[in-house]
């Protein structure tokens, strides 16, 4: 009788207990400003905002200056630098068209000047001479195609987030040199990082080949690595 006794206040207490979590739970739910904030946390949402790309590039057009140089395999005489312009159709985030023109600037190399000016002197003294086996671009123009596989963000120091793309690039155009002109290839991989939504900073680092030929008529294969790094303003 006694167990009897003690199994009946058990469950009296214990569907006490549970009438009382219920009407606290209705009293949470009659809080419309409490259930407006609950309902405004969503997780997954959140985390898809954060990998949204900031800056639409759907069907979009930039425009950009750059500036460059051989780094190395060019002309061992000559020394160049250049200066273009470029614009980019961004079909989507992950791929765009372009075109691209350079204006080369050149200058001899140390070992060319002073091979130049024994060549003078020799001439001047009557001696024979020969003169170095250079030549020299005079500028360029490309069609490419961008492809941007890998896309991400940076904190700057919590001053602000910029969004960043690594990408690939190909194409093909012609090259206008000393000696004549001839097709030029290119392909390579560059960074695009977008300081704002309407501007971008790039660099690029860039294989280029062309058929050269130097001031005696000689023809050679030229392969150089071009970097370059530019600006650009998105319409």
């Given at each position: 009788?006694?167990?009897?006794?003690?199994?009946?206040?058990?469950?009296?207490?214990?569907?006490?207990?549970?009438?009382?979590?219920?009407?606290?739970?209705?009293?949470?739910?009659?809080?419309?400003?409490?259930?407006?904030?609950?309902?405004?946390?969503?997780?997954?949402?959140?985390?898809?905002?954060?990998?949204?790309?900031?800056?639409?590039?759907?069907?979009?057009?930039?425009?950009?200056?750059?500036?460059?140089?051989?780094?190395?395999?060019?002309?061992?005489?000559?020394?160049?630098?250049?200066?273009?312009?470029?614009?980019?159709?961004?079909?989507?985030?992950?791929?765009?068209?372009?075109?691209?023109?350079?204006n080369y600037q050149n200058k001899f190399s140390a070992e060319?000047?002073?091979?130049?000016?024994?060549?003078?002197?020799?001439?001047?003294?009557?001696?024979?001479?020969?003169?170095?086996?250079?030549?020299?671009?005079?500028?360029?123009?490309?069609?490419?195609?961008?492809?941007?596989?890998?896309?991400?963000?940076?904190?700057?120091?919590?001053?602000?987030?910029?969004?960043?793309?690594?990408?690939?690039?190909?194409?093909?155009?012609?090259?206008?040199?000393?000696?004549?002109?001839?097709?030029?290839?290119?392909?390579?991989?560059?960074?695009?990082?977008?300081?704002?939504?309407?501007?971008?900073?790039?660099?690029?680092?860039?294989?280029?080949?062309?058929?050269?030929?130097?001031?005696?008529?000689?023809?050679?294969?030229?392969?150089?690595?071009?970097?370059?790094?530019?600006?650009?303003?998105?319409?």
């Amino acid at each position: 009788m006694k167990r009897i006794a003690l199994i009946a206040l058990a469950l009296i207490s214990l569907n006490t207990w549970a009438r009382d979590l219920s009407d606290e739970m209705d009293a949470l739910g009659a809080n419309k400003e409490l259930m407006k904030k609950a309902a405004a946390i969503d997780a997954e949402n959140r985390i898809r905002v954060v990998q949204n790309r900031q800056v639409d590039r759907n069907l979009r057009l930039e425009f950009g200056l750059n500036y460059g140089a051989v780094a190395s395999g060019g002309d061992p005489y000559v020394q160049t630098q250049m200066l273009g312009g470029q614009m980019d159709f961004h079909i989507n985030p992950h791929w765009s068209i372009g075109a691209r023109y350079m204006n080369y600037q050149n200058k001899f190399s140390a070992e060319c000047q002073s091979m130049y000016d024994d060549f003078n002197k020799r001439v001047a003294a009557g001696q024979n001479a020969v003169i170095p086996q250079y030549s020299w671009d005079k500028d360029s123009w490309l069609g490419v195609v961008n492809w941007y596989p890998v896309y991400g963000k940076i904190n700057w120091f919590d001053a602000g987030v910029s969004q960043f793309d690594f990408y690939l690039l190909g194409g093909a155009g012609e090259i206008t040199r000393s000696q004549g002109m001839s097709p030029l290839y290119t392909g390579g991989l560059g960074v695009g990082v977008w300081m704002f939504k309407h501007m971008s900073t790039r660099l690029e680092a860039r294989w280029e080949g062309h058929q050269d030929v130097t001031i005696d008529g000689t023809s050679r294969n030229m392969n150089q690595l071009v970097i370059s790094a530019g600006i650009g303003f998105i319409l």
